[in-house]
């Protein structure tokens, strides 16, 4: 009695893990297919540098849906025209001239576990360093590298990635760069980083989310931007 008690458990523990391992693999195969269609955000691929004068070696960091550069760790003394770039590509083609490009701009601060704070705090504040991010080329977004402090979305229309002849292109590349415009020393802070994280297309005719929203350089590129703030 005891015995086949003991054995219609083990038949049961045994049915279980069966099912359990069916269950993983059905998702790691699931997965895999939505991988490779490209159906969540775009793998992002390392490139090369972004200009020839690059003279800095920088610290490049890719993931499976976010790039980042930033300076050589060492470096604390900084000279006006120090810089670091590099491009990346992403892994699939542009699905029509309709589709818009999307991807968050940061300092890296998930990566680094920054805390995203709900006070008026600036990181990187007066910092003399620029960044830009660019588009096959284009510039999309610039500035003083304090305008990182907080993650903010961009929206970009196809004529940023159309070649010549109005038809899609087969290579995105996304630059990003870093450069200094005045000597310095890095105080005792988090270094300024850049990158952006979890590309997408999606279809233009679609209505637009909600958010802080402005245009970038006189175009139709949507910014997102966080405005909370704390009442005082």
Partial sequence: MKDSKIRLHLRYLLRGATGLVL????????????ERLELGFLRIMPGVSLAENTNRDAVVMVSRSRAAIRFPDQLKAFRAGDEVSRI???SSPVPSTAHRLGFFVSGDQRARAIPLLVTDFVFWR??????SVTVNGKVVSDGPIEQLSRPFFLDIPARFFISPDSLPSNAVKIGLKLRCIRDFTLPPQIPPALA?????YRDG???SGSGSVSSEHGSDIRVYKHTSSVSR
């Fill in 88 to 90: 990346f590509v992403l």
């Fill in 205 to 207: 005719s679609a209505g």
């Fill in 196 to 200: 952006f994280e979890y590309p997408f």
């Fill in 23 to 34: 269950i993983v693999t059905l998702l790691i195969l699931a997965g895999r297919w939505a």
């Fill in 126 to 131: 007066d910092l003399p360093i620029e960044y």
